[in-house]
């Protein structure tokens, strides 16, 4: 068995992540890193005629420059795994739905990128694929206007608000060059009562902590073992959150501990509230920042948690609290 | 590698199906398969205040039988692969969410069995988890109420229409005794261009002919090396449609094959129209039925395929056409 304590498996095989595509909307491309992405959009509609078709041709244009950028015609990869934000997951579908590749539909809230990267790599490691894509994507119009409020109403919004981002990320993970997936922790749903829509970093944010204390337990390891550490999408807000819980517990994140969401945007003048949300976020961040930093040797060891708000407009409506979720993926360079 | 020609892999261990159980509502407990049921509600809301948490109720009932029959506590279980067809999946999260077991939430459409059964099966083939459940549930209300009308409204059903099956099933899954998942074929999306929500049956049967022929070919196999096939919810009218497909190719596809939509209800006398379809459907036959049919030897060598239909309501509004897909699990008895 592949298994460390009581949620983590690892990988002996260790799939490399081939590479990496990131593709972004107008307000990311302005942000600290703009010169991360593969392709920006000046138009939130990406040519298309509705958002939710934008979001397709996002996710399409995404998977199509890393399939270049791994020199592989789409048709040598095995699987797809990808999911996103919009009911019943249309955008990846929409978007792979002529590719002719075995597809594994996921939906794990924002935190789609660590999920399909930790199944990518299992059916690897497993020896059921040569090479998969993980891919998933947010777009702020479509999540705006199925979880909150039409645009046009204009409401308000609050300090702890955060503001879908509009990109997309994907991986492709196979045997080769590249950055490895040596490590898994998956979460588990963890409910913290949490019921303002408006605060889904403090919904998030205890989810982050327990997968990675887990994490920690699992593989004997302490933050300092990582170079970085990236929670997916907790904003300014939950990143504090996460902090703050592991010092009760007398553990020091420090500097080397990130929120995606908090770097994608300057929060002094990008006016974004508490920071970047939805699945984009962390896949961007990863696929556009994270991985081409290793490759150049910024990072040797990192750690990857993407996290979740597992609600939706009608569980919110009945009464419901926000549960969260987060997996995290341990990511070294080759030769680390 | 464990892979047989384009888009089928093998599974050396044959991790076995430990136990199923199957929870369904009033109409099912009244159909022809009556007696195969864990447990049956006589009220649609499974004693909960809304039809949505009517459906989490029910799952959380059928994953509790499930490890009871497997004679398993939860905390055995490496991993909870579930999805349902609520938009952002809630009913699933919120069945799992005090669980403390690690969550990988799926969105296959009405094919979330077979695609939570090929991975957790794979999760245990490949050194990753000694024990997985995979479940999935549907309910007629909360359906009927986000894909097509408010119930209230009363509106007519064309003879195409589809009953959505309220019922969860699960499996858990693991080394140990029970109908062993031997080969997978895992589909990717076609779409055949129907745009008629009043018409799942012939959005999907398309996809299922695709993974079936894929399987054949893949395995080397013909319909009747199976005891028997299952197609998931296709329905009396998707059902022909797939014997005619393979009827053009000089394949026949006689009374081994089935499909769960047709069985589960009475066609005839239960005002279904063309048969039963959700997630629940397909879930509930392989759960309630199947399995327990391989086990008492009636049945030694089956193929599973459930479908999935990946639309949404804002998909079908913006014109947007219904893609299909379709995954394929072959299990056989123990000795088989």
Known sequence: MKRLGTQTVYLPSKPAILSSAAVVGKKESEGPLKNCFDYASDDSRFGAETWEKAEVKMLNKCFSIACDKAK????????????DLLSQCISSTFAMKDSGIPYLGLYGACSTMAESLSLAAMLIDGGFADRCCAMTGSHFCTAERQFRMPLEYGGQRCPSCQWTVTAAGALILGSGSGPRVTHLTTGAIIDAGIKDVNNMG??????????????????????????????????????????????????????????????????????????????????????????????????KKVLFAATGALMSPVSSMQGESIPGICHAVAIESEGA
């Open 202 to 299: 403090a919904a998030m944010a205890p989810a982050a902590y327990e997968t990675l204390k887990a994490h920690f337990a699992d593989t004997g390891r302490t933050p300092d073992y990582y170079d970085a550490i990236f929670t997916g999408d907790l904003g300014a807000l939950g990143r504090d959150i996460v902090q703050d819980l592991f010092k009760q517990d007398g553990v020091k994140l420090g500097a080397e501990y990130m929120d995606c969401g908090v770097l994608i945007y300057d929060l002094n003048t990008q006016d974004v509230q508490s920071g970047g949300s939805g699945c984009g976020c962390s896949a961007s961040v990863l696929a556009g920042h994270i991985i081409p930093a290793m490759k150049k040797g910024i990072w």
């Open 72 to 83: 592989l015609p789409p048709s040598d990869l095995n699987y797809v795994l990808a999911g």
